[in-house]
């Protein structure tokens, strides 16, 4: 994707497969929307090639934006719309597109006991809060059921709460079991919670994909675990917890207290690699000749 003669994505390649939770992470003006507007179909790319559910998205027909569910950043607005009928309009849109394996579109009282709004149908949105106002975009964006859903930072500004609630409804909550998810985040222990596989981007590039677990490993590389014996503190950095803690019990499990494992985690990796991309962009300081 290029903006005048400005690359802003260069050289991004990858496959989301049927079923998978692809989590897009990255710093402020990465990539991720435009990466996710161009699999809408909402942004046009310069060049490359794209397939989504095997059609390019600059010439998809209706068939394929009912199979698609968006999430934006923000949703226009429809303030003096009552929250049940404007689903109910939404979903509407779908009913041409309904099968005996995909019944759509969700029905209204169901879809919004799911994202938590069910006390809301009849409220005007204008009225919604902001976390309110979040979880009826969610529910636009689920109420074609969707084969994949495109989020783009969907829980920014939920609070604790209606973030783990999303968690579930992305997890489970009427979505067919199929249900390909690909969203983007500033969250870094929702990316931990949700994602099958995580792309980080940086710069226009990919630095990163894999999954949480395998980005922490291959970037922070040991666990830490810590414990007393006898009373005495020991601290170690292993590389697999699991057999070490087994194998310290089976040697002296009964002097063993106040066991801790620290594992690699997902935000030691982000850091690490962001900062290292960010690195290698920096032009080189000249050397003051003094
Ligand atoms: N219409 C546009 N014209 C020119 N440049 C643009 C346009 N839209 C986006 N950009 C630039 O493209 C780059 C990527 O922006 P994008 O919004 O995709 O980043 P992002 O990773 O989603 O950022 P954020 O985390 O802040 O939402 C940024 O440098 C941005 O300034």
Redesign the pocket.
Known sequence: ?R??N?D??AGVSFDVHSGETLVIL??????????I?ILEGFRRRSSGEVRVLGVDPDHADEGWRADIGVVL?SWRDHGKWRVGEFLAYQGSYYTPFSSASTRRPWPVHDLLEAVGLADQINTPIGRLSGGQRRRLDIAVGLVGRPALILL??PTAGLDPEARSEFHRIIHTAGTRSDTTVLL?T?DLDEAEILASRVLI?AG?SIIADGTPQELARQIAGTDEVRWTENGVPHARSVAESTGFVRELFRQNGNAIADLEVHRASLEDAYFALVREAEATRTEPVEPNAA
Do not use: C, F, I, S
Not at 29 to 34: H, I, R, V, Y
């Open positions: 994707m903006y005048g400005r802003v994505l990255g710093p402020n003006g990465a990539g991720k929307t435009t990466t507007e950043q783009d930072e983007t500033h981007l226009g």
